[in-house]
């Protein structure tokens, strides 16, 4: 029979089972492979990031990591998917850049890093490059933008899209120098790139600068990180050559489900953080010119609360509408 005593035993067994349930489960994360949603196609930047850092995770996790690219909606249907999994640490995503962007041109979007996901950690950090055509005959950012204010709205700057990273950073270099340039979007950098190298476009802010700025097919006239950057330390800062406060990091990262246990993303911190430190992440990273992230939260949660705030502060005072 069941009496008052025996049911109240009961529940506190059952109550004690289910507080150490989710301990046990994180003690004993991962016990299968884990699932990693790249929602960009194979072979960019977010892609060969987390690649260059499957190999460090999956001998410190002891378990195989399945990458997946679900490209789409610039990035937001591998994003939904992986909002929609169970938040247990085995599907997670590989968010970038393009991800807030996407959120301050779409408020009413599917997707929000902030609200929809747990941060565990930057994966790499890039710059974006402002590079001219030779065309141009600009050989600096001061005389680009002369050339730009002698002839308004005749000089185009090209883009991965509209309401791109990339548009958004062209609306700020036009506020910023006080120009007006003529609005060229592509589907991606790829096709954008044969096209400045021609002239046939003036200016394009560029991820993957390095081996045309180096083989002179395009000028490069200055980067969008607050120091010189590595690949390319011969060009300064934009914000060192007039534009000021015109800083905008690129990068990329790994987020999981918003309700995933605490212990289970502090694993994945751990597993990316340390993967990331080794020789060979390094020099996979430093061969693409990104800089490795430091695999933790924090700076995460950091980078896209700055994105979010700028590009949102960028749309407005631009006024850029994007039906």
């Known amino acids: 029979m069941l009496t008052r005593r025996s049911a109240?035993?009961?529940?506190?067994?059952?109550l004690s089972a289910s507080m150490l349930a989710p301990a046990a489960f994180a003690q004993a994360f991962p016990t299968k492979p884990i699932r990693i949603v790249v929602?960009?196609?194979p072979g960019g930047p977010a892609d060969t990031a987390v690649r260059i850092a499957q190999p460090g995770m999956e001998k410190v996790l002891g378990q195989s990591i399945i990458v997946e690219n679900v490209a789409g909606a610039a990035g937001g249907i591998g994003a939904l998917r992986v909002k929609q999994s169970e938040p247990d640490?085995?599907?997670?995503?590989q968010a970038a850049s393009p991800h807030t962007t996407n959120a301050a041109v779409k408020p009413d979007a599917n997707v929000d890093l902030l609200r929809d996901f747990a941060p565990i950690g930057q994966t790499g950090n890039s710059v974006y490059t402002l590079c001219g055509s030779n065309a141009l005959?600009?050989?600096?950012l001061a005389e680009a933008i002369a050339r730009a204010k002698a002839k308004p709205g005749e000089l185009k700057i090209g883009s991965v899209g509209v309401g791109s990273t990339h548009h958004l950073i062209a609306e700020m270099l036009k506020a910023a120098a006080g120009i007006e340039l003529t609005h060229v979007p592509y589907r991606g950098e790829a096709p954008s790139i044969p096209d400045l190298i021609a002239g046939r476009i003036d200016l394009m802010f560029l991820t993957t600068a390095k081996q045309y700025v180096d083989s002179g097919q395009v000028i490069g006239l200055g980067v969008t990180s607050a120091e010189p950057w590595f690949q390319l330390p011969q060009l300064k800062p934009l914000a060192d050559l007039g534009l000021r406060g015109f800083v905008i990091p690129g990068w990329n990262g790994?987020?999981?489900?918003?309700?995933?246990?605490?212990?289970?993303?502090?694993?994945l911190s751990e597993a990316l953080s340390t993967a990331l430190k080794s020789d060979a992440a390094v020099r996979g990273f430093n061969a693409m010119g990104f800089r490795p992230g430091e695999g933790t939260p924090g700076p995460m949660t950091a980078v896209i609360e700055a994105d979010m705030r700028l590009f949102t502060t960028v749309i407005r005072e631009r006024n850029l509408k994007f039906d």
């Open 8 to 14: 109240l035993a009961h529940g506190a067994a059952l």
């Open 89 to 93: 640490g085995y599907t997670l995503l």
């Open 137 to 140: 005959g600009a050989k600096t």
């Open 39 to 41: 929602p960009f196609p």
């Open 254 to 267: 790994l987020m999981a489900p918003k309700a995933t246990p605490p212990a289970v993303l502090a694993k």
